[in-house]
């Protein structure tokens, strides 16, 4: 059974940090792309940070210069560090992982991140 599980959201003040963890079963994850995607109320969900198989990476505007995306094959799972954290970044961000080809792709149920004071 495929799963990805994202953990690691919740509330945090303006300029804090939060590492958010996608843990993956059921599928051979070091062969797919995972990427974080977030949507935030009434918004469209946007993609935040993508990192390849090969673990090349690519980042959002809104995202650059202040996350982080990694992967430990040996864990199956993907972080996303997040620093200097905006109340624009309040979403659910959401684990997605893609095979090559885009031919299976699979998400996860999602974590809620508020940045409030």
Same mark, same amino acid.
């Given at each position: 059974q495929v799963q990805l599980v994202e953990s690691g959201g919740g509330l945090v003040q303006p300029g804090g940090s939060l590492r958010l963890s996608c843990v993956a079963s059921g599928f051979t994850f070091s062969t797919y792309a995972i990427l974080w995607y977030r949507q935030a109320p009434g +918004?469209? #969900?946007?993609?935040?940070? !993508?990192? /390849? /198989? $090969?673990? /090349? &990476?690519?980042?959002?505007? @809104? $995202? +650059? $210069? !202040?996350? &982080?995306? @990694? #992967?430990?094959?040996? +864990?199956n799972t993907v972080y996303l560090q997040m620093t200097s954290l905006k109340p624009e970044d309040t979403a659910v961000y959401y684990c997605n992982a893609v095979s090559a080809g885009l031919r299976f792709q699979y998400w996860g149920q999602g974590t809620q991140v508020t940045v409030s004071s």
């Open positions: +918004k469209e #969900r946007e993609l935040v940070a !993508r990192i /390849s /198989s $090969g673990a /090349s &990476t690519y980042y959002a505007d @809104s $995202g +650059k $210069g !202040r996350f &982080t995306i @990694s #992967r430990d094959n040996a +864990k």
